[in-house]
């Protein structure tokens, strides 16, 4: 059974940088796709950035330039690197691949 272990979550002020960590455990995840997810209070969940098996990576327009998704296929990890925050980035971000979900991770960003 397969499961993803998700790191801490962060409060950073605006303008600073968090880095969020995602492992997969039990299952091939070099294989598959990640993506990394998120949700603000009463928003819906919105795509985040993807980043294939090749390393090819897509981001939504809010955090292109800021945010870079990473892996590690030897450890079955992915990372997304945020960088530039702002308060709007505030959210529960969640990392997936295949049918998983991690726990999700609170970011706030805030002064």
């Not at 993803?4 to 969020?20: K, Y």
């Not at 990394?36 to 390393?55: D, S």
Request: hydrophobic content about 30%.
């Amino acid at each position: 059974q397969g499961r993803l272990v998700e790191s801490e979550g962060a409060l950073v002020q605006p303008g600073g940088s968090h880095r969020l960590s995602c492992t997969g455990q039990g299952f091939m995840s070099r294989l598959y796709k990640w993506a990394w997810y998120r949700q603000a209070p009463g928003q819906e969940r919105e795509l985040v950035a993807e980043i294939a098996n090749n390393g090819n990576t897509n981001y939504a327009e809010f955090v292109k330039g800021r945010f870079t998704a990473s892996r590690d296929n030897v450890r079955g990890t992915t990372f997304l690197q945020m960088t530039s925050l702002k308060p709007e980035d505030t959210a529960i971000y969640y990392c997936t691949v295949r049918q998983y979900w991690g726990q999700g991770i609170q970011v706030t960003v805030t002064s």
